[in-house]
């Protein structure tokens, strides 16, 4: 008899009103630290970061394209700032998401543990061509800006 592997429980997701708070900067309770874990740091969360700030910069433009002029001055007036916006978002989607990690309690260096799990077959082969990096070298290991 095979064993087969399960897939690991879905962590409680809040309701809409907190979720709304969550996704506007509000701190969640303690009983969704593992919902919250798993949004800012498991998989695609680059992604759903990156789509909660494309909204609110289109909500802030929409009103111009009610005014009357042509489509070349609607994206004109549009879409420098909206593609700056953008990628504001994805520059500092990390920090943000380190940020609300420690907002919630949580240890801001899980942000980067899917890079690592990706990167250990390359450190491990760095490691057994070149040796262990030094010890004034550890301070590299954390990607935090600050």
């Known amino acids: ?70 489509l070349y001055v609607h994206l004109e007036m549009t879409a420098p700032i909206y593609i700056w916006a953008l990628l504001i978002s994805l520059a500092l989607n990390k920090v943000w998401r380190r940020h609300r990690l420690a907002q919630h309690g949580l240890d801001p260096n899980v942000a980067d543990e899917l890079a690592r799990r990706k990167n250990a077959r390359m450190h491990a082969a760095y490691i057994a061509k070149y040796g262990p990096r030094p010890e004034e070298a550890r301070w590299q290991a954390n990607s935090s800006p600050f």
């Not at 809409?16 to 949004?39: C, S």
């Open 1 to 70: 008899m095979t064993k087969r592997a399960t897939k690991p429980a879905k962590p409680k997701r809040p309701p809409a009103l907190q979720y709304i708070g969550y996704v506007f900067g509000r701190r969640l309770p303690d009983e969704y630290r593992d919902w919250v874990r798993n949004d800012l740091a498991g998989e695609g969360a680059v992604r759903r970061h990156m789509f909660r700030y494309a909204i609110p910069p289109l909500l802030v433009l929409a009103p111009f394209w009610l005014l009357p002029a042509s």
